[in-house]
């Protein structure tokens, strides 16, 4: 069992929706919590970074962590097409420096 | 402010090659980090080091690679005798200190032939 589980989609969304995207993981040592985003041939580039459990907000990005159900979530609200890429969420316990990632979930926005 | 360079960014080599990897972190950034990306896949850790010392390789393959981070210059990856199993692209991070948000580069994408 993969110690970050995470759909790899694809998912396909008409422009304007709000997009959910999730993993889930089994190492409850995990105090870390971040979702890189990356776009086709380039490196990932960090949206969010949270602590702990609870939630975060910036624009029209929301990361919410449920630590009692080893569960992660990505909320986009009014996607554009330019949010078409692939999400990735990280994890690190703390202490280490290591990212454990998730597989990636492939979003395209259409117009 | 430049952020982190990775060259080549593109690789090719055959079979039994070696391969060098370069990574320069960021101004100000003494942590570096190297991850790979096997097609379909996500990050796999591979190695944290600081200048001069490697902190953390326990995600590093046991035979072939090597890594290091030297007081002058940027750090290097280096995978000998390549197989077609090595194609993969390949990220370098660099943080400020060790504990904060990692910053990646642009990645190097090797192809053993």
């Known amino acids: 069992q993969k110690e970050v589980e995470q759909d790899p989609g694809p998912l396909s969304v008409p422009e304007g929706a709000i997009v959910s995207l999730n993993c889930t993981y089994s190492n409850s040592a995990f105090q870390y919590f971040m979702w890189y985003r990356q776009y086709s041939r380039k490196g990932p580039e960090l949206l969010m970074y949270t602590y702990s459990s609870g939630n975060k907000e910036d624009g029209r990005f929301t990361a919410q962590v449920d630590k009692s159900s080893k569960y992660i979530s990505l909320f986009i609200r009014d996607s554009q097409p330019s949010d078409s890429a692939t999400y990735l969420c990280a994890m690190r316990v703390q202490g280490a420096q290591k990212l454990v990632f998730g597989q990636g979930t492939r979003l395209t926005i259409n117009p | 402010n430049a952020g982190v360079m990775q060259n080549p960014r593109h690789l090719v080599r055959r079979r039994g090659q070696e391969a060098r990897l370069r990574c320069s972190p960021m101004k100000g950034h003494s942590h570096v980090y190297w991850y790979r990306q096997l097609p379909e896949e996500g990050l796999k850790f591979m190695v944290y080091l600081q200048k001069e010392n490697i902190i953390d390789e326990s995600g590093m393959p046991k035979e072939r690679f090597s890594a290091e981070f030297p007081k002058e210059g940027p750090s290097i990856l280096r995978i000998q005798q390549v197989v077609r199993g090595d194609s993969a692209a390949y990220f370098c991070?660099?943080?400020?200190?060790?504990?904060?948000?990692?910053?990646f580069g642009p990645g190097t994408r090797l192809l053993v032939l």
């Open positions: 991070a660099s943080s400020p200190t060790g504990g904060e948000t990692q910053y």
